[in-house]
């Protein structure tokens, strides 16, 4: 008697567990970056990249056509724009960028996945990652990913040329 008493209770509790865990996975998050600097040196296939890019997406997996990019850079006082090259590693969504751009002049390095998540790449004097961001903004208690203006790289880029 007292196992028939008990089953329905347990029964219930699994459910509630059961259904509660469903719809928490149902929460659609966006798609994600992360740059890794420095980069392994004993990694033949991402050995001499600048960083790494690890993109993150809920369901699948990536491909380089997903990422878009470019270093932003002020030569001489000049504006100059270089569109990126994302190279394939031996890890899935994982991706190796290498230097692609002038080495002289001050630059900042844009890389989008699925055109709705952005990380601003500051480089320092020598050429290295200096700091990484992912611009948010909060949207029920939560920081998404937001669109990063034109204007946003243009006052990111000034910022690094006045630290020179």
Known sequence: MLRRSLAPAFLLVLAATTVGAAHATRF????WLSIESPVNPFDAATRDALFL???AVREGTTSVADLSGSAEGLVDGKRQSVALRFETTTRPDVYAVRRQWPASGTWVVRVTLLRTTTAIVTLD???AVAGVRVPTQMNSGMPLPRAVAAREIDSTLADAAARR
């Open 125 to 127: 004097r020598s050429g």
């Open 53 to 55: 890019v690890r993109a």
């Open 28 to 31: 659609k998050w966006p798609p």
